[in-house]
Structure formats: C-alpha cells, structure tokens
C-alpha cells in the first residue's frame, strides 16, 4: 500500500475518536510549522532526497512527512509522485513562494501564513496583494439580472422576453 493510503486511513479516519483525532491534527499541525519555519528561513534553498531522508532531516516519522508532502505538492515547482510514493522514493520541497503563500492562505491555515519568516521573503504590500488575491479568488461574482422587460442582452435590439428569455 502507497504511504499516501496509509497516511489518509489514519488522518481522515471517521471511525476514530473525535477527540483523539483532533489530537492527532494538533500535532501534526505543530510538526508541520517547524518543518515550515526551516524551510522559509531558507526559501531558495534546493531541497531534496528520499522521503525517509527528508523525514529524518525534519526529524519526522514517515506518516507525518507523506503528509506534509501531501500538503505541500500543490505549492511545488515541480509536482511529487505522491499517489506512489513510498519511503526509497526521490522527492523534492522546491517550491513557488506566492503558491505556496496564497495556499496557506486557502487552507485558513494563519498559523502558517503569519510565520515570521514570510517577512524577509515579501513585504507588507505583497503579502496584502497576494492575501486579497486569494480570498477574491473564490469569490464569485453575479451580474445584473436581466428584467423581461430589459433590452435583450445579445444585442438584437428586441426585448428580452421575446428574445433569448423564450
């Protein structure tokens, strides 16, 4: 079984305990922002191995660093093989620092967005444009309803009603 399979049985596991699931996110979420912190403290730092290289360099056990890299695959330069990955498996952490900012920023996750080290990597006005950027991205917008009566919107010069409201 792929460690991915493996990593989702436990994390998103319905049957388990509420409560012992909300303490395994807590964790998770603890181990995650110190790999985050050493990586942003070095964001143009090309990092790369095993998995089971990287897990032991973050001081990870094999099922928290799938996750991670489960996390992280969307805000990568160049995507992971995560559906089979296993634990010999070349993966690498380079990744696109606003991708990586605005989906931080997607997940809610402000403990990762408002990490320090996002200060020596954009400014005040960049975080701000690539935060509304994001937010706006999922909003959407709805144009003026066309009245019965209102001009037919297709230009054809007949009402709307009579034209493409039939």
Request: proline share 4%; charged share 35%; with cysteine.
């Amino acid at each position: 079984m792929a460690l991915l399979e493996q990593w989702q049985k436990v994390a998103y596991n319905e049957k388990a305990d509420r409560g012992e699931l909300q303490r395994f996110w807590q964790r998770y979420f603890l181990l995650e922002k110190g790999v985050y912190e050493k990586l942003l403290t070095n964001p143009d730092e090309k990092v790369e191995g095993t998995v089971k290289e990287l897990a032991d360099k973050y001081g990870l056990s094999i099922m928290d660093m799938t996750g991670f890299l489960d996390g992280i695959n969307e805000s990568l330069v160049e995507p992971n093989p995560i559906d089979t990955m296993e634990e010999d498996t070349k993966v690498s952490l380079v990744f696109d620092k606003e991708k990586l900012y605005k989906n931080m920023v997607d997940a809610k996750a402000d403990w990762l967005y408002e990490l320090p080290m996002w200060n020596d990597i954009f400014d005040p006005e960049t975080k701000k444009r690539l935060y509304l950027e994001q937010k706006k991205s999922g909003t959407v917008i709805v144009g003026k309803k066309v009245g019965r009566n209102d001009p037919c919107p297709c230009g054809s010069g007949k009402k709307y009603k009579f034209c493409c409201g039939k």
